[in-house]
Protein backbone atom coordinates (compact mmCIF):
# COMPACT_ATOMS: atom_id res chain seq x y z
CA UNK A 1 0.00 0.00 0.00
CA UNK A 2 1.51 3.50 -0.95
CA UNK A 3 2.20 5.78 1.72
CA UNK A 4 -0.62 8.30 0.47
CA UNK A 5 -2.87 5.71 1.22
CA UNK A 6 -2.02 4.30 4.69
CA UNK A 7 -4.21 5.62 8.25
CA UNK A 8 -1.86 8.28 9.65
CA UNK A 9 -1.23 7.29 13.45
CA UNK A 10 -2.51 10.49 15.03
CA UNK A 11 -5.13 13.02 13.89
CA UNK A 12 -7.15 15.94 15.80
CA UNK A 13 -10.78 14.52 15.21
CA UNK A 14 -11.48 11.11 14.19
CA UNK A 15 -14.83 10.45 12.50
CA UNK A 16 -16.76 7.30 12.79
CA UNK A 17 -18.66 6.85 9.37
CA UNK A 18 -19.30 8.27 5.82
CA UNK A 19 -22.90 9.22 5.83
CA UNK A 20 -24.67 12.85 5.99
CA UNK A 21 -23.59 13.25 9.38
CA UNK A 22 -20.04 12.44 9.47
CA UNK A 23 -19.11 13.52 6.16
CA UNK A 24 -20.91 16.96 6.92
CA UNK A 25 -18.75 17.49 10.80
CA UNK A 26 -15.67 16.43 8.61
CA UNK A 27 -16.30 18.86 5.72
CA UNK A 28 -16.66 21.70 8.09
CA UNK A 29 -13.94 21.03 10.62
CA UNK A 30 -11.68 20.46 7.44
CA UNK A 31 -12.28 23.96 6.36
CA UNK A 32 -11.29 24.90 9.82
CA UNK A 33 -7.81 23.60 9.03
CA UNK A 34 -8.28 20.93 11.73
CA UNK A 35 -6.45 17.76 10.89
CA UNK A 36 -9.64 15.03 10.17
CA UNK A 37 -9.43 11.26 9.81
CA UNK A 38 -13.01 9.64 8.10
CA UNK A 39 -12.93 6.11 8.64
CA UNK A 40 -16.16 4.19 6.36
CA UNK A 41 -16.60 0.79 6.67
CA UNK A 42 -18.34 0.72 3.18
CA UNK A 43 -17.61 1.31 -0.21
CA UNK A 44 -19.46 4.31 -1.61
CA UNK A 45 -21.63 4.34 -3.49
CA UNK A 46 -23.46 2.36 -0.65
CA UNK A 47 -27.21 0.79 -1.15
CA UNK A 48 -29.82 3.13 0.82
CA UNK A 49 -33.14 3.78 0.73
CA UNK A 50 -34.60 6.63 -1.39
CA UNK A 51 -34.82 10.09 0.41
CA UNK A 52 -37.39 13.09 0.70
CA UNK A 53 -35.32 16.29 2.17
CA UNK A 54 -37.29 19.11 3.27
CA UNK A 55 -36.07 22.92 2.12
CA UNK A 56 -34.35 23.19 5.81
CA UNK A 57 -31.19 21.52 4.35
CA UNK A 58 -30.00 23.87 2.48
CA UNK A 59 -28.77 26.14 4.67
CA UNK A 60 -26.69 23.33 6.63
CA UNK A 61 -25.54 22.44 3.29
CA UNK A 62 -24.70 25.92 2.69
CA UNK A 63 -22.31 25.68 5.54
CA UNK A 64 -20.28 22.44 4.58
CA UNK A 65 -20.25 24.09 0.89
CA UNK A 66 -21.94 21.47 -0.56
CA UNK A 67 -24.86 23.42 -1.73
CA UNK A 68 -23.43 23.98 -5.20
CA UNK A 69 -22.52 20.09 -5.54
CA UNK A 70 -26.11 19.12 -4.79
CA UNK A 71 -27.61 22.05 -7.51
CA UNK A 72 -25.51 20.48 -10.22
CA UNK A 73 -26.51 16.83 -9.13
CA UNK A 74 -29.75 17.48 -10.68
CA UNK A 75 -31.65 15.44 -8.16
CA UNK A 76 -35.29 15.75 -8.05
CA UNK A 77 -37.18 18.99 -6.95
CA UNK A 78 -40.79 18.07 -5.46
CA UNK A 79 -43.34 20.43 -4.92
CA UNK A 80 -44.78 19.41 -1.36
CA UNK A 81 -46.45 16.04 -0.40
CA UNK A 82 -49.77 14.56 -0.13
CA UNK A 83 -50.72 11.87 2.37
CA UNK A 84 -53.87 9.85 2.35
CA UNK A 85 -54.65 9.30 6.65
CA UNK A 86 -57.21 7.42 7.79
CA UNK A 87 -58.79 8.47 4.86
CA UNK A 88 -58.81 12.00 4.72
CA UNK A 89 -56.74 13.79 1.61
CA UNK A 90 -54.16 17.02 2.46
CA UNK A 91 -51.73 18.49 0.23
CA UNK A 92 -48.88 20.81 1.49
CA UNK A 93 -47.17 23.10 -1.20
CA UNK A 94 -43.57 24.44 0.26
CA UNK A 95 -43.74 27.25 -1.41
CA UNK A 96 -46.70 28.39 0.53
CA UNK A 97 -44.41 29.59 3.54
CA UNK A 98 -41.34 31.46 1.72
CA UNK A 99 -39.49 28.51 0.95
CA UNK A 100 -37.49 29.95 -2.67
CA UNK A 101 -35.34 26.51 -2.69
CA UNK A 102 -36.85 23.28 -3.38
CA UNK A 103 -37.41 20.16 -1.07
CA UNK A 104 -35.74 17.17 -2.86
CA UNK A 105 -36.20 13.31 -3.95
CA UNK A 106 -32.14 12.16 -3.90
CA UNK A 107 -30.61 8.80 -4.25
CA UNK A 108 -29.16 8.76 -0.88
CA UNK A 109 -26.33 6.46 -2.47
CA UNK A 110 -25.56 9.17 -4.93
CA UNK A 111 -26.15 11.65 -2.18
CA UNK A 112 -24.13 10.17 0.39
CA UNK A 113 -21.05 9.44 -2.27
CA UNK A 114 -21.37 13.48 -2.54
CA UNK A 115 -21.02 14.59 0.23
CA UNK A 116 -18.21 12.01 1.25
CA UNK A 117 -15.89 13.34 -1.91
CA UNK A 118 -16.41 16.91 -0.49
CA UNK A 119 -15.40 16.09 2.74
CA UNK A 120 -12.13 14.68 1.20
CA UNK A 121 -12.05 17.94 -1.10
CA UNK A 122 -12.30 20.00 2.15
CA UNK A 123 -8.76 18.66 2.96
CA UNK A 124 -10.39 15.79 5.15
CA UNK A 125 -8.62 12.20 5.13
CA UNK A 126 -10.72 9.50 4.32
CA UNK A 127 -10.47 5.93 4.38
CA UNK A 128 -13.29 3.70 3.03
CA UNK A 129 -13.82 -0.26 3.97
CA UNK A 130 -12.53 0.49 7.06
CA UNK A 131 -14.09 -0.13 10.28
CA UNK A 132 -13.94 0.97 13.44
CA UNK A 133 -13.52 -1.42 16.15
CA UNK A 134 -13.22 0.14 19.64
CA UNK A 135 -12.30 3.56 21.00
CA UNK A 136 -10.41 3.63 24.64
CA UNK A 137 -11.61 7.05 25.77
CA UNK A 138 -9.73 6.54 28.98
CA UNK A 139 -6.66 7.21 27.82
CA UNK A 140 -4.69 10.78 27.75
CA UNK A 141 -4.99 10.54 23.47
CA UNK A 142 -8.35 8.59 22.77
CA UNK A 143 -6.97 5.75 20.57
CA UNK A 144 -9.29 4.23 18.09
CA UNK A 145 -9.16 0.51 16.76
CA UNK A 146 -10.13 -0.58 13.36
CA UNK A 147 -9.98 -3.05 10.50
CA UNK A 148 -8.87 -2.15 7.62
CA UNK A 149 -10.40 -4.46 5.02
CA UNK A 150 -8.85 -2.93 1.42
CA UNK A 151 -6.29 -5.33 0.37
CA UNK A 152 -6.39 -8.76 0.18
CA UNK A 153 -5.69 -9.71 3.91
CA UNK A 154 -7.57 -7.47 6.33
CA UNK A 155 -5.14 -5.81 8.09
CA UNK A 156 -5.55 -4.64 11.88
CA UNK A 157 -4.53 -0.67 13.02
CA UNK A 158 -5.22 1.89 15.17
CA UNK A 159 -4.77 5.84 15.11
CA UNK A 160 -4.66 8.46 18.29
CA UNK A 161 -6.56 11.57 18.32
CA UNK A 162 -8.12 14.12 20.34
CA UNK A 163 -11.55 13.77 19.90
CA UNK A 164 -13.71 11.16 18.75
CA UNK A 165 -16.79 11.75 16.59
CA UNK A 166 -19.40 8.72 16.16
CA UNK A 167 -21.48 8.89 12.87
CA UNK A 168 -21.71 5.34 12.52
CA UNK A 169 -25.58 5.24 12.40
CA UNK A 170 -27.45 2.44 13.66
CA UNK A 171 -24.36 0.65 14.03
CA UNK A 172 -23.46 3.25 16.89
CA UNK A 173 -20.52 1.88 17.76
CA UNK A 174 -19.84 4.33 21.25
CA UNK A 175 -23.38 3.29 22.05
CA UNK A 176 -22.51 -0.31 21.60
CA UNK A 177 -19.66 0.42 24.21
CA UNK A 178 -20.92 2.21 26.33
CA UNK A 179 -24.39 0.01 26.60
CA UNK A 180 -26.16 3.28 26.73
CA UNK A 181 -28.91 2.28 23.49
CA UNK A 182 -32.64 2.69 25.07
CA UNK A 183 -35.61 1.52 21.98
CA UNK A 184 -38.26 3.30 23.23
CA UNK A 185 -41.70 1.65 24.19
CA UNK A 186 -42.50 -1.32 22.40
CA UNK A 187 -46.27 0.24 21.11
CA UNK A 188 -44.29 2.89 19.28
CA UNK A 189 -41.65 0.67 18.01
CA UNK A 190 -41.55 0.64 14.47
CA UNK A 191 -39.33 -0.88 11.84
CA UNK A 192 -39.57 -0.26 7.47
CA UNK A 193 -39.26 -2.47 4.49
CA UNK A 194 -38.72 -0.49 1.39
CA UNK A 195 -37.93 -1.73 -2.45
CA UNK A 196 -37.01 0.07 -6.26
CA UNK A 197 -39.58 0.36 -8.59
CA UNK A 198 -39.36 1.47 -12.24
CA UNK A 199 -41.93 2.95 -14.38
CA UNK A 200 -43.85 3.80 -11.47
CA UNK A 201 -46.97 6.73 -12.24
CA UNK A 202 -46.22 9.34 -9.45
CA UNK A 203 -48.15 12.20 -7.62
CA UNK A 204 -48.25 15.58 -8.60
CA UNK A 205 -49.00 18.97 -6.49
CA UNK A 206 -52.20 18.95 -8.29
CA UNK A 207 -53.70 15.00 -6.77
CA UNK A 208 -52.79 13.91 -10.28
CA UNK A 209 -50.53 10.97 -11.42
CA UNK A 210 -47.92 11.29 -14.31
CA UNK A 211 -45.42 9.03 -15.83
CA UNK A 212 -42.04 8.42 -14.56
CA UNK A 213 -41.06 10.06 -17.56
CA UNK A 214 -42.06 13.50 -16.81
CA UNK A 215 -41.00 13.85 -13.36
CA UNK A 216 -38.09 16.32 -14.19
CA UNK A 217 -41.19 18.32 -15.74
CA UNK A 218 -44.23 17.83 -13.03
CA UNK A 219 -42.76 18.34 -9.85
CA UNK A 220 -43.69 15.13 -7.50
CA UNK A 221 -44.93 15.63 -4.33
CA UNK A 222 -43.82 13.10 -1.50
CA UNK A 223 -46.86 10.47 -1.59
CA UNK A 224 -48.24 8.75 1.67
CA UNK A 225 -50.83 6.95 2.69
CA UNK A 226 -51.72 4.71 5.86
CA UNK A 227 -52.95 1.41 6.13
CA UNK A 228 -54.39 -0.66 9.07
CA UNK A 229 -50.61 -1.87 9.98
CA UNK A 230 -48.82 1.62 9.34
CA UNK A 231 -47.99 4.14 6.53
CA UNK A 232 -46.77 3.87 3.33
CA UNK A 233 -44.16 6.00 1.43
CA UNK A 234 -43.63 6.64 -2.28
CA UNK A 235 -40.92 9.14 -3.49
CA UNK A 236 -40.42 9.70 -7.12
CA UNK A 237 -36.84 10.03 -8.11
CA UNK A 238 -34.99 10.11 -11.29
CA UNK A 239 -34.55 6.63 -12.46
CA UNK A 240 -36.89 4.75 -10.04
CA UNK A 241 -39.62 5.09 -7.24
CA UNK A 242 -38.05 4.61 -3.80
CA UNK A 243 -41.64 2.74 -1.71
CA UNK A 244 -41.55 1.81 1.73
CA UNK A 245 -43.81 0.61 4.51
CA UNK A 246 -43.29 1.12 8.45
CA UNK A 247 -44.92 -0.59 10.71
CA UNK A 248 -44.67 -1.70 14.13
CA UNK A 249 -42.01 -4.45 15.03
CA UNK A 250 -44.53 -6.64 16.38
CA UNK A 251 -46.28 -7.25 13.46
CA UNK A 252 -43.11 -8.36 11.38
CA UNK A 253 -41.88 -10.35 14.41
CA UNK A 254 -41.82 -14.08 13.63
CA UNK A 255 -41.16 -12.73 9.51
CA UNK A 256 -38.17 -14.36 7.88
CA UNK A 257 -36.58 -11.78 4.81
CA UNK A 258 -38.41 -13.84 2.53
CA UNK A 259 -41.95 -13.55 4.30
CA UNK A 260 -41.25 -9.47 4.82
CA UNK A 261 -40.29 -8.92 1.22
CA UNK A 262 -43.97 -10.78 0.51
CA UNK A 263 -45.77 -8.70 2.88
CA UNK A 264 -44.53 -5.83 1.23
CA UNK A 265 -45.33 -6.52 -2.03
CA UNK A 266 -48.73 -7.83 -1.10
CA UNK A 267 -49.09 -4.54 0.97
CA UNK A 268 -47.98 -2.67 -1.80
CA UNK A 269 -50.63 -4.03 -4.32
CA UNK A 270 -53.69 -4.23 -1.80
CA UNK A 271 -53.38 -0.54 -0.77
CA UNK A 272 -55.60 2.43 -2.14
CA UNK A 273 -54.17 4.34 -4.52
CA UNK A 274 -50.15 2.42 -4.62
CA UNK A 275 -51.90 -0.05 -6.34
CA UNK A 276 -52.95 2.23 -9.58
CA UNK A 277 -49.11 4.14 -9.07
CA UNK A 278 -47.70 0.51 -9.29
CA UNK A 279 -49.81 -1.10 -11.82
CA UNK A 280 -47.97 -1.12 -14.46
CA UNK A 281 -44.35 -0.69 -13.10
CA UNK A 282 -41.66 -3.14 -12.27
CA UNK A 283 -40.53 -4.37 -9.55
CA UNK A 284 -36.33 -4.35 -9.42
CA UNK A 285 -35.20 -7.31 -7.97
CA UNK A 286 -32.88 -7.69 -5.35
CA UNK A 287 -33.72 -3.72 -4.53
CA UNK A 288 -36.14 -5.14 -0.89
CA UNK A 289 -34.22 -3.81 2.61
CA UNK A 290 -35.11 -3.70 5.83
CA UNK A 291 -34.47 -1.45 8.77
CA UNK A 292 -35.27 -2.82 12.46
CA UNK A 293 -34.97 -0.96 15.79
CA UNK A 294 -36.76 1.88 14.56
CA UNK A 295 -37.01 5.17 16.94
CA UNK A 296 -34.28 4.58 19.37
CA UNK A 297 -31.79 6.95 21.57
CA UNK A 298 -28.72 7.24 23.31
CA UNK A 299 -28.43 8.09 26.92
CA UNK A 300 -24.63 8.93 27.00
CA UNK A 301 -24.27 11.84 23.58
CA UNK A 302 -20.86 13.73 24.64
CA UNK A 303 -18.06 14.20 26.58
CA UNK A 304 -14.95 15.79 26.59
CA UNK A 305 -13.16 13.94 23.73
CA UNK A 306 -16.18 12.01 22.08
CA UNK A 307 -19.15 13.16 20.10
CA UNK A 308 -22.22 11.10 18.61
CA UNK A 309 -24.21 12.50 16.38
CA UNK A 310 -27.14 11.39 13.17
CA UNK A 311 -28.57 8.34 13.55
CA UNK A 312 -25.39 7.09 16.01
CA UNK A 313 -27.38 9.68 18.20
CA UNK A 314 -30.89 8.86 17.89
CA UNK A 315 -33.50 7.71 15.50
CA UNK A 316 -36.94 8.84 15.04
CA UNK A 317 -39.93 7.63 12.84
CA UNK A 318 -39.25 9.40 9.59
CA UNK A 319 -42.66 10.47 8.67
CA UNK A 320 -41.20 14.26 8.73
CA UNK A 321 -38.05 13.57 6.32
CA UNK A 322 -36.08 14.99 10.06
CA UNK A 323 -33.07 12.36 9.30
CA UNK A 324 -30.85 13.98 6.78
CA UNK A 325 -32.03 17.47 8.56
CA UNK A 326 -30.75 15.88 11.81
CA UNK A 327 -27.41 14.41 10.32
CA UNK A 328 -26.92 17.73 9.10
CA UNK A 329 -28.01 20.00 12.19
CA UNK A 330 -25.82 17.84 14.53
CA UNK A 331 -22.71 18.15 12.34
CA UNK A 332 -22.89 21.72 12.42
CA UNK A 333 -23.19 22.14 15.89
CA UNK A 334 -20.65 19.60 16.46
CA UNK A 335 -18.10 20.80 14.56
CA UNK A 336 -18.77 24.38 16.54
CA UNK A 337 -18.15 22.54 19.59
CA UNK A 338 -14.74 20.63 18.68
CA UNK A 339 -13.69 23.78 17.02
CA UNK A 340 -14.08 25.80 19.83
CA UNK A 341 -12.16 22.75 22.25
CA UNK A 342 -9.54 22.51 20.49
CA UNK A 343 -9.04 26.71 20.90
CA UNK A 344 -9.75 26.23 24.76
CA UNK A 345 -9.41 22.93 26.11
CA UNK A 346 -9.92 24.26 29.70
CA UNK A 347 -13.81 24.26 28.68
CA UNK A 348 -14.27 20.92 26.89
CA UNK A 349 -16.61 19.00 28.93
CA UNK A 350 -18.82 22.79 29.05
CA UNK A 351 -18.69 22.73 24.99
CA UNK A 352 -19.45 19.32 25.14
CA UNK A 353 -22.53 19.55 27.45
CA UNK A 354 -23.72 22.56 25.47
CA UNK A 355 -23.67 19.98 22.45
CA UNK A 356 -25.16 17.48 23.92
CA UNK A 357 -28.47 19.65 24.80
CA UNK A 358 -28.57 21.09 21.71
CA UNK A 359 -29.00 17.12 19.87
CA UNK A 360 -31.40 16.34 22.96
CA UNK A 361 -33.15 19.13 21.72
CA UNK A 362 -33.64 17.99 18.19
CA UNK A 363 -33.87 14.95 18.79
CA UNK A 364 -37.36 15.86 21.61
CA UNK A 365 -38.97 17.97 18.76
CA UNK A 366 -38.74 15.34 16.21
CA UNK A 367 -39.68 12.72 18.54
CA UNK A 368 -42.42 14.60 20.11
CA UNK A 369 -44.01 15.49 16.88
CA UNK A 370 -43.76 12.19 14.87
CA UNK A 371 -44.61 9.88 17.74
CA UNK A 372 -47.16 12.16 19.45
CA UNK A 373 -45.28 11.40 22.71
CA UNK A 374 -43.85 13.89 25.76
CA UNK A 375 -41.56 13.34 28.24
CA UNK A 376 -39.79 9.98 28.87
CA UNK A 377 -37.67 7.96 26.42
CA UNK A 378 -34.91 10.33 26.10
CA UNK A 379 -37.12 13.36 25.53
CA UNK A 380 -36.76 16.37 27.86
CA UNK A 381 -39.88 18.38 28.05
CA UNK A 382 -37.91 21.41 28.97
CA UNK A 383 -35.18 21.70 26.25
CA UNK A 384 -38.04 20.96 23.55
CA UNK A 385 -39.99 24.54 24.95
CA UNK A 386 -36.60 26.15 24.62
CA UNK A 387 -36.10 24.88 21.31
CA UNK A 388 -39.23 25.75 19.93
CA UNK A 389 -38.96 29.34 21.17
CA UNK A 390 -35.40 29.48 18.63
CA UNK A 391 -36.85 28.16 15.84
CA UNK A 392 -38.24 30.68 12.87
CA UNK A 393 -42.70 31.14 12.70
CA UNK A 394 -42.50 30.04 9.45
CA UNK A 395 -40.39 26.80 10.36
CA UNK A 396 -43.56 26.26 13.33
CA UNK A 397 -46.38 26.83 10.82
CA UNK A 398 -45.07 24.26 8.63
CA UNK A 399 -44.46 21.65 10.90
CA UNK A 400 -48.15 22.42 12.46
CA UNK A 401 -49.38 22.15 8.51
CA UNK A 402 -47.38 18.60 8.44
CA UNK A 403 -48.71 17.45 11.59
CA UNK A 404 -51.82 17.88 10.36
CA UNK A 405 -51.61 16.01 7.36
CA UNK A 406 -51.05 12.82 9.96
CA UNK A 407 -53.71 13.86 12.04
CA UNK A 408 -51.12 14.99 14.89
CA UNK A 409 -52.10 18.55 14.98
CA UNK A 410 -53.12 17.90 18.11
CA UNK A 411 -49.65 16.95 19.96
CA UNK A 412 -48.06 19.92 18.32
CA UNK A 413 -50.12 22.61 19.38
CA UNK A 414 -49.82 21.45 22.85
CA UNK A 415 -45.94 21.82 22.21
CA UNK A 416 -45.98 25.19 21.02
CA UNK A 417 -48.50 26.23 23.75
CA UNK A 418 -46.02 24.48 26.57
CA UNK A 419 -43.36 26.96 24.68
CA UNK A 420 -45.41 29.87 25.33
CA UNK A 421 -46.00 30.47 21.31
CA UNK A 422 -48.73 31.48 19.21
CA UNK A 423 -49.25 29.58 15.65
CA UNK A 424 -51.54 31.00 13.05
CA UNK A 425 -53.30 27.76 12.42
CA UNK A 426 -55.00 29.36 9.39
CA UNK A 427 -52.16 30.34 7.72
CA UNK A 428 -50.44 26.57 8.77
CA UNK A 429 -52.94 24.25 8.19
CA UNK A 430 -52.79 22.04 5.42
CA UNK A 431 -55.15 22.19 2.25
CA UNK A 432 -57.32 19.51 2.21
CA UNK A 433 -58.54 18.12 -0.96
CA UNK A 434 -61.51 16.19 -2.47
CA UNK A 435 -60.01 13.23 -4.23
CA UNK A 436 -57.11 12.39 -6.59
CA UNK A 437 -57.15 11.57 -9.88
CA UNK A 438 -54.91 8.43 -10.18
Known amino acids: ?41 ALHPRPQVGESLIPHVWKYAELTGAAPL ?17 GKIHRIAFAEFGFSRP ?36 LEQPEVTYLDKRGADTVEGSIRCRFVVDASGSAAVLAGQFKSKRLIDSRMRFLSLWGHFKNS ?11 AGEVNKVRPVTFVTSFEDGWIWHIAMRQVSSVGLVINTDRARAMNKAERERYFLYTLKSAPYLDLLLDEAEYQE ?26 AASFVDPIYSHGVLNAFYNASITALAIGESLQTPAYRARHAQLCENRIRQFYGFSR ?14 ELVRRFMRQVPQVELELMLAASFMSERSENFHQLAQNAGLKIRPTQARAHVMDKLLL
Not at 110 to 132: K, M, S, W, Y
Request: overall charge negative.
Open 103 to 138: ALHVERDIFDELLLNHAEEQGAQVFQQVAAREAKLE
Open 286 to 311: NSFSQRPDYSYYSSKLCGENFYCIGD
Open 201 to 211: RYVGADGRSYP
Open 368 to 381: SLALGEFGGDGVDS
Open 70 to 86: MEQQGFVAKAGGITVWN
Open 1 to 41: MSISNRIPQRCDVLVIGGGPAGSSVAALLAKQGVDVVLLEK
